[in-house]
Every structure is written in structure tokens, then in C-alpha cells.
């Protein structure tokens, strides 16, 4: 699958985001097929960087050092293979110049009218440092993407799967992100 295979509608809706969004295939290894400028930003690679990749190359740096994310493999392998609509879950990725950061990771499979899952749309936000308004106004806008896609699909057969219940904020997930950076940054070089 190519970009130029995706609708044109929701292209601009990731164009337009003010959040950081990527869209894998459901074919082989769920690579990329769409990023936004967001999501450049966030991790500071660019498209030929990943489109193409599975975005699990974001949790290892260069030099080959990987955070365990033990518990949010579990939960993204789950949900990849699994029947969950949607996900959330806090992971250590690592920034094109090897700074790690907690991505707060929320996931929704997007289905055709078949039950057939299309494309997974993926969103993407630093919670490392982040102050609770932010994380609030992230959540608002990523409800507000939410609601804005599913109108979008709506003439193309493909539908949002699962409620917004999923992308509400939770202290203890955010702590334990945090920890884990934390963690992350005493034994790193940088």
C-alpha cells in the first residue's frame, strides 16, 4: 500500500492535525503509510525515515540500546492480534538523535464495513515532562481527531472501532511512564 492509495480526505485531515499521527497497513509488518508533520517533529525523523517501517524501529536508538516496555509490548501485541479496538499505553521511543521520551501511545484499528481492519491509526505524545494542562488539551484534541475522522470514513466503508473512553487521562499510567524515562536517563550517555 502507498500514500497515494489513502484517501484524499483523510491525508488532510493528518495534514491539518495538530497532534502527531501515523496510519500503518494491516499488511505484513503494519508499516507506515502516512505521517503527519507532528510526527516528524516529535521524533525528528522524516518520511523516508518511516514510511514503509513498523514504528517499533522508534524504540530502540542507534547504538542498539532498547527500553524494555515489557508491559506496553504486551499491550500493543494484544491489541494488534487481538479483538481490543483501541489501546493506550505508555512507551519508551527514542528521538532520531537518540533522546529517549515516554510516548503516551493511543491506537484504534479502523475497520471496513466487512469487519476487516483497513488501517491502524496510531497517535503520539510526550508525556516526559509534561504539565497535566497539556496532557488535558492533547486529550481534547485527540478526541476531537477522533470525532472528525469518523464522518471522513463514513462514504469510504472504513469506521472507527471503540469509544473515547480509551483516551481518558490516567495518573498512575502517566507515573509509571515517567519511571521508566527516568530509569531510561540514569544509565543512558545521554
Known amino acids: 500500500m502507498q500514500e497515494s492509495d489513502i484517501e484524499p480526505a483523510l491525508k488532510n485531515l493528518f495534514d491539518n492535525s495538530s497532534i502527531a499521527l501515523a496510519l500503518a497497513s494491516t499488511d505484513r509488518d503494519n508499516p507506515l503509510v502516512l505521517a503527519n508533520e507532528q510526527f516528524y517533529k516529535l521524533t525528528g ?8 517501517r513498523n514504528c517499533r524501529f522508534l524504540q530502540r536508538r542507534s547504538d542498539g540500546e532498547c527500553a524494555s516496555n515489557d508491559e506496553a509490548r504486551r499491550k500493543l501485541h494484544a491489541f494488534i492480534h487481538g479483538d481490543e479496538a483501541n489501546v493506550r499505553a505508555p512507551i519508551v521511543n527514542f528521538r532520531r538523535d537518540g533522546r529517549p521520551f515516554v510516548n ?20 503520539q505524545f510526550d508525556v516526559s515532562r509534561t504539565h497535566p494542562d497539556l496532557l488535558r488539551a492533547y486529550d481534547d484534541a ?3 481527531t477522533l470525532a472528525r475522522l469518523k464522518p471522513l470514513l463514513d462514504g ?3 469506521m472507527v472501532e471503540g469509544t473515547l473512553a480509551t483516551i481518558a487521562n490516567s495518573t ?5 511512564a515517567k519511571l521508566a524515562l527516568a530509569e531510561l536517563e540514569t544509565n543512558s550517555p545521554y
Open 104 to 123: 503516551l501511545l493511543f491506537m484504534s484499528k479502523l475497520k471496513a464495513s466487512t469487519g476487516q481492519v483497513r488501517y491502524i491509526i496510531a497517535s
Open 142 to 144: 485527540l478526541g476531537n
Open 45 to 52: 525523523y522524516d518520511s523516508t525515515d518511516v514510511i514503509g
Open 156 to 158: 469510504h466503508n472504513v
Open 172 to 176: 498512575t499510567t502517566i507515573a509509571q
